[in-house]
């Protein structure tokens, strides 16, 4: 009873006429920045950021718009999958290995409306998921203290590290670089400067939307420099798009089921919504076996994916809301977005701005129905929009992002920066490091050196504080499980790669 | 091979250099004598392991860009640092025209189409961050003064900036 309460709340306030037309202009732009390979749901939220806050919006409208633009993104990730057999970004990969084949036998229109309702179920299941589950998780947060914070930040670094690449190492240079950064900067308890170099522009620290903005949007422009912007026309022809209600029907299942794993996925802190469709499409393969033909081109092979997907970016909500600790790449931009919004996410979110919490659940809600009626019928715009060439779209994407900081800021030294994290997100992808636990370093870095040191203020500097609670230990237990266990499972569980021509 | 081990060097130096900075943070009473000094520490002691696996236990290469591409890149890294200080004195359309040009020839070698994009996208973004977003303070053009201009560009040359 209480919760539909809260969600008549959250209702009154996002079914505003000014917000709903926010949810629909997130969606769309979402949409095209999830379908444009190279712009990510991470960088499109990362470049939005400045100009939004630029543009004075209230911490509602500017949530109800980024929200939007993130599932947007979800959902438009699939079009050039589907299309071009690029994904438009990282967990629309899977969806390229049946996607991609099915569109070259001419039924791409039949894989879009299909991707797209299993894009809606499961973030409609990964909503409800997140409904039920915040709130308790919330209560659950007001037991952690110090050092069971210290360890959850630390669990977040590991899994994420673990999913993410490649080389364990790789991911926990990352992390540490990221770190590294955010302890640059006046030190909050004795306002002495700390590892700034006397340089008074880092005083204040390194903006986490600098380094993000850098290392998503300014790297791509030098990845398209080096490719001279191969590989973005259109590969298949789009005829007509009807509804193919009896794929839709046959997959009813598989979409429930993939929902359940990306949600779980999704969820746990670190993973995210790569790891969600991943499983997704492990889990259904193998149901389906031999006989299932994954791979060649089978509905199911495209809805579960997607619904694994877009159920692992509404889970991956859950961690992030109720103890400030971002599940994806994305979450932990949109956590910077709420803390440049001046809230903090956080068990206390529920109960101190319940109007945010439950107008953001809304509008979660609103965005999908809104971006399922707008991706049936209009496909064909983004399909469009899709053949803009890169040597328009990049140098456009670069100017909208410094003039994004540049509004933010109004400091050259942060163009700078700007350009150098660009260089810096260039040599660390080329070396396949991974850069989200860089972000997510500098995200965290702060509050994960608060746990660390009032874990140590309160027990006068004894170490074994940090192990104290049944809490604590479990969630060390579960970083280093989850931090050692991909090396083992690697062999195992290796990524399929994208099917070539 | 190579890369990953020039790379873990790289971060092991940076790491150890990042120890002994931390070492020197001033502290003072309300802070204590270690809380500001710890964490980073912890972070550049674990940079510095990471490290070492990196150099002992390297990846294969990546494909590295050609020389040319090389060149390209650095065109690009100026033509950004540049227009990132000239956008205080000459303000959004000139500077982005010329910038957006230039990145554009860089990804497809064709100087019709490349000035047509860098002005379109000018005036383009000018119109949307003006009229529809409301941030004309931050595209307004401006007319500089030598001076000024030396100003912002000496920026960008070491010692003699600010």
């Known amino acids: ?501 | 091979m190579a890369s990953d081990r020039i790379f873990g060097l790289i971060t092991l130096i940076t790491a150890v250099a990042y120890i002994a900075a931390a070492t020197q943070i001033q502290t003072n009473f309300f802070s204590g004598d270690y809380l500001p000094k710890l964490f980073p520490m912890l972070i550049g002691a674990v940079a510095a392991i990471c490290s070492l696996v990196l150099i002992f236990k390297p990846d294969p290469d990546p494909d590295w860009p050609m020389a040319r591409t090389w060149g390209n890149l650095l065109v690009a890294v100026i033509v950004l640092a540049v227009y990132s200080v000239m956008m205080t004195p000459l303000g959004f359309i000139l500077p982005t025209a010329i910038a957006a040009s230039i990145l554009s020839y860089q990804i497809s070698p064709n100087a019709k189409q490349a000035v047509l994009a860098g002005i379109g996208l000018s005036l383009g973004l000018f119109a949307i961050f003006k009229f529809v977003l409301m941030l004309g303070n931050v595209v307004a053009y401006r007319i500089p003064t030598p001076a000024k201009l030396w100003d912002a560009f000496s920026i960008l040359i070491p010692f003699v900036g600010h």
């Open chain 1, 1 to 501: 009873m209480e919760t539909l309460a809260n969600l008549a709340l959250g209702f009154s306030v996002a079914l505003s006429p000014y917000t709903l037309m926010l949810a629909v202009v997130g969606c769309f732009i979402g949409t095209i920045i999830g379908a444009l390979p190279g712009l990510g749901p991470s960088n499109g939220v990362a470049i939005l950021i400045p100009i939004s806050f630029a543009l004075g919006l209230d911490a509602t409208a500017a949530l109800v718009l980024m929200t939007s633009v993130y599932y947007g993104a979800m959902y438009g990730g699939r079009i050039s999958s589907i299309l071009l057999n690029i994904p438009g970004d990282e967990p629309a990969l899977m969806t390229t290995l049946d996607g991609y084949p099915m569109a070259k036998r001419g039924e791409a229109g039949n894989a879009l409306v299909l991707s797209g309702a299993a894009s809606f179920v499961g973030a409609f299941l990964a909503t409800i998921g997140l409904i039920l589950l915040a709130p308790v998780l919330a209560r659950v947060a007001f037991l952690f203290g110090p050092a069971e914070y210290f360890a959850l930040y630390l669990l977040a670094f590991c899994t994420l590290g673990g999913m993410a690449s490649n080389n364990q190492a790789k991911s926990a240079i990352a992390a540490c670089i990221g770190l590294g950064i955010a302890m640059i900067g006046v030190d909050s308890t004795s306002g002495l400067p700390r590892l700034t170099g006397g340089n008074l522009h880092l005083y204040d620290g390194v903006d986490f939307l600098v380094a993000i903005v850098g290392l998503f949007a300014i790297a791509e422009l030098f990845f398209f420099i080096e490719s001279h912007g191969k590989g973005s026309s259109i590969g298949v022809v789009l005829d007509k798009v009807k509804i193919p209600w009896k794929y839709i029907r046959e997959t009813i299942p598989t979409m429930l089921r993939a929902s359940g794993v990306g949600f779980v996925a999704g969820v746990l802190p670190g993973a995210g919504a790569s790891l969600g469709s991943f499983l997704a499409y492990m889990t259904e393969k193998s149901i389906a076996g031999e006989k299932g033909k994954f791979g060649t081109g089978v509905p199911k092979g495209v809805a579960a994916p997607e619904a694994g997907n877009n159920a692992a970016a509404g889970g991956a909500l859950v961690p992030m809301l109720t103890l400030g600790v971002p599940g994806s790449g994305t979450t932990a931009v949109l956590l910077a977005l709420l803390m440049t919004l001046n809230i903090t996410p956080g068990p206390t979110l529920f109960r101190d701005n319940p109007d945010v919490v439950w107008g953001l659940i809304a509008s979660l809600l609103i965005a999908n129905v809104v971006l399922l009626i707008m991706n049936v019928p209009m496909v064909k715009i983004f399909v469009k929009i899709l053949s803009v060439p890169a040597w328009i779209l990049l140098p456009g994407v670069t100017m909208v992002s410094t003039t994004g900081i540049f509004a933010l800021t109004g400091s050259y030294f942060d163009l700078l920066m700007l350009i150098g994290f660009g260089v810096l997100g260039y040599f660390l992808r080329k070396l396949d490091v991974p850069t989200v636990p860089v972000i997510l370093g500098i995200l965290l870095g702060g509050n994960m050196e608060d746990a660390l040191r009032r874990a140590m203020t309160l027990s006068d500097g004894d170490p074994s504080y940090l192990f104290s609670s049944p809490i604590a230990i479990g969630l060390w237990i579960a970083a280093i499980a989850g931090f050692v266990a991909p090396m083992f499972l690697r062999g195992i569980l290796k990524k399929p790669q994208a099917v070539s021509d």
